[in-house]
């Protein structure tokens, strides 16, 4: 029988993580009750807040990596992002 690793639940933590931010979120659009928006967004930033956690120990230990992105790329971003917003609030 083979041991499971670290990596490998951590995986699976990281995954999990994921799949309820996306459940969560979904949760609170289709919720019309502003109470219940209210708790499942306090449960979403929590999910959020242990997500990044998973995701800095996994980085730590070199199980997850990324690549940086050129000041560019995140510029472009900054600008979509807002334009967005603004598209948002009309």
Do not use: P
Not at 28 to 53: A, G, W, Y
Request: hydrophobic share 35%.
């Amino acid at each position: 029988m083979k041991n499971i690793t670290d990596k490998e639940i951590m995986n699976v933590l990281l995954d999990q993580h994921k799949l309820c931010a996306t459940s969560l979120t979904n949760l609170i659009l289709e919720s019309s009750n502003q109470n219940l928006r209210n708790d499942v967004t306090n449960i979403l930033n929590k999910t959020f807040q242990h997500q990044k956690q998973i995701f800095d120990i996994m980085s730590q230990k070199g199980w997850y990596k990324t690549q940086q992105a050129s000041q560019q790329l995140l510029s472009q971003a900054q600008q979509e992002l807002s334009q967005i917003q603004v598209g948002m609030t009309m």
